[in-house]
């Protein structure tokens, strides 16, 4: 496995490992088993990541201060670890070790926040219905809901009737287990991933 990184003032701590730098991930010549590592300080560091991930199975993104969301984001777009730049060479010998066997590296400190945050997910798919239940229409009212819209400005941006939305609204209801839109809004406000979802 060989290792390309964009700043050269980081490969030293890695003097076991064969290292390459690189400017631009996408004129890198590599084998899908190569690691390539992303600082994420660069503004485009999302954009490099994804360029990677079309070459390499293995990647790192470092960064000079732990941050829960920029994580979450190099997770999602295919980061196999997330460690600090200014790591020892024993952490990146570890990271290094972890990701070629197959496994993933995140930082103590914010693994158990993430794992805490999974376990309110789990628990709030058992309140709230599989969004994949609902229909496309229902989607779309719940999305004008969510919107702070009225059934009129509803039904006008849908090219339907205001009693249909009422139908609608109805169904949502009886979903959400809600009394009324603002006991739907009450329990979807803690879940505003919700919004994206639709």
Aim: with cysteine; aromatic share 8%.
């Amino acid at each position: 496995m060989r290792h390309f990184i964009a700043k050269k003032d980081l490969q030293g701590a890695l003097t076991q490992y064969s290292w390459t730098s690189y400017s631009r991930v996408d004129q890198l010549t590599c084998k899908q088993s190569d690691c390539i590592w992303v600082v994420a300080s660069d503004e485009n560091w999302r954009q490099q990541l994804i360029e990677a991930k079309q070459k390499v199975t293995q990647i790192v993104v470092l960064t000079y201060k732990y941050d829960r969301l920029e994580m979450q984001t190099a997770l999602m777009l295919g980061a196999r670890a997330y460690c600090h730049a200014l790591g020892t060479q024993s952490l990146f010998s570890s990271v290094a070790r972890v990701i070629e066997a197959g496994g993933m590296w995140l930082p103590n400190e914010l693994l158990s926040v993430t794992t805490s945050n999974v376990a309110v997910k789990l628990q709030s798919k058992r309140v709230l219905p599989v969004l994949s239940g609902l229909t496309n229409r229902e989607k779309d009212v719940l999305s004008g809901i969510l919107d702070g819209l009225s059934n009129k400005e509803i039904a006008r941006e849908h090219g339907i009737t205001e009693r249909t939305v009422k139908e609608y609204v109805g169904t949502l209801l009886h979903k959400f287990e809600a009394k009324d839109r603002i006991s739907l809004l009450l329990r979807l406000g803690e879940f505003s991933h919700l919004k994206d979802a639709l």
